[in-house]
């Protein structure tokens, strides 16, 4: 009996009003938790290091190093998606400009300081809130349309919804808001910077290449962002299915979203990180070498190597595995909270 009553409920649909809203909260609420966790963490290892005896064996420069990535690592993990442009937009070198993450990590204090590790973050910072909110708006458009009978979302399905909320939040933000990112980075590595800021460098683009030099590698950001978003809604309504099994409308603990979202966050940065290097590319101050998305893959296969399309592997689990975990969490609960002071059923 309790098995056909749970059969038979009907799942609660999100209205898209309240997707839209919780999706501009998220990243605010994100970006605050993401930095208190990875601050203590970084710290207690970097005070275990500092407070044992085999630190004074270590020469100064690298007491210094280990000191000024402390510091910098515990203002704010934002500093590993400018690391990991950085490692992309180079090409295949001999020997290479960098030797990884903690190389790239070293030079970029060395010649720029530690405000050269958020070179570009005010970029992501203007383009968060409506991503989030353009992402998880459309998605809640899309699968309220498609949902069967029961309102239950099957997992194919969801792949479809996240397909077309990650192209809708390419073409309508991440587009200009990486382009402008990924010039910022790349400027910042050449040996006479242009742009003293992020208006005075969406000027200059604007200026020199018009509204299209914002637009650079739209093809690539289209293709990475809506795999991206498929993967990663595909993978998460699996899941969510396979919890709540025979009740849809089962509640999750926040603690499990958080594991389901840092799995699609993983599967995410695996399925499609050959796109966000390609992407990478054709956003950088050296675009003109390549004459479109597939000229530009077929030439780093041809001079790099596969190995290259995996670049930056690395700082971009780390990033996007805790992102996507807490962005899921926080939209859970913030959609819950709306529940219960905007009634739409």
């Known amino acids: ?39 203590y963490v970084v710290y207690e ?34 500093y590993r998606h400018t690391h990991k442009t ?12 960098y030797r990884g993450i903690t190389d790239c990590v070293s030079q970029t204090v060395r010649h720029h300081g530690v405000k050269g590790l ?30 069967d009978e029961a309102g239950k979302l099957d997992s194919t399905r969801g792949l479809v919804c996240g397909l077309g909320a990650g ?6 933000v991440v587009c200009p808001m990486e382009t402008i990112k990924v010039k910022f980075i790349h400027d910042q590595t050449s040996a006479n910077p242009k742009y003293r800021g992020f208006f ?35 993978v998460m309504t699996s899941l969510r299915n396979w919890y709540k ?4 409308n089962k509640s999750i603990n926040p603690i499990v979203t958080g594991a389901f979202g840092a799995i699609a966050g993983a599967a995410s940065v695996f399925g499609n990180t050959p796109l966000d290097v390609i992407k990478t590319r054709m956003q950088g101050l050296e675009a003109h070498k390549y004459k479109n998305t597939v000229d530009c ?13 995996y670049k930056g592997t690395v700082p971009r689990l780390g990033r996007v595995c805790l992102d996507v975990a807490i962005v899921f969490i926080i939209y859970e609960e913030v959609v819950k909270a709306l529940n219960k002071v905007w009634k739409t059923e």
């Open 118 to 147: 958020y070179r570009g973050l005010s970029s992501l910072l203007y383009g968060s809130i409506p991503k989030s909110a353009v992402r998880f708006g459309v998605f809640e458009i899309l699968s309220n349309q498609m949902r």
């Open 200 to 234: 005075h460098g969406v000027r200059e683009i604007v200026r020199t290449q018009g509204i299209r030099g914002t637009y650079q590698g739209l093809t690539a950001t289209v293709l990475k962002q809506g795999s991206n978003q498929a993967i990663r809604f595909f």
């Open 297 to 309: 893959a077929m030439k780093i296969m041809r001079h790099e190597g596969p190995a290259a399309f």
């Open 86 to 97: 950085q490692l992309q937009l180079y090409e295949k070198a001999n020997p290479p400009r």
């Open 1 to 39: 009996m309790t098995r056909e009553r749970g059969a038979a409920a009907k799942a609660k649909l999100t209205h898209p009003g309240k997707a839209i809203l919780a999706g501009r909260f998220t990243p605010a609420l994100a970006s605050t938790l993401v930095f208190v966790l990875f601050s």
């Open 45 to 78: 290892v970097c005070f275990q290091l500092l407070d044992s005896d085999c630190f004074v064996l270590w020469n100064p420069h690298q007491q210094q190093s280990l000191a000024a990535l402390n510091i910098c690592l515990t203002r704010s993990p934002t």
């Open 245 to 248: 099994g025979d009740d849809p």
């Open 167 to 172: 192209v809708m939040e390419a073409v309508l």
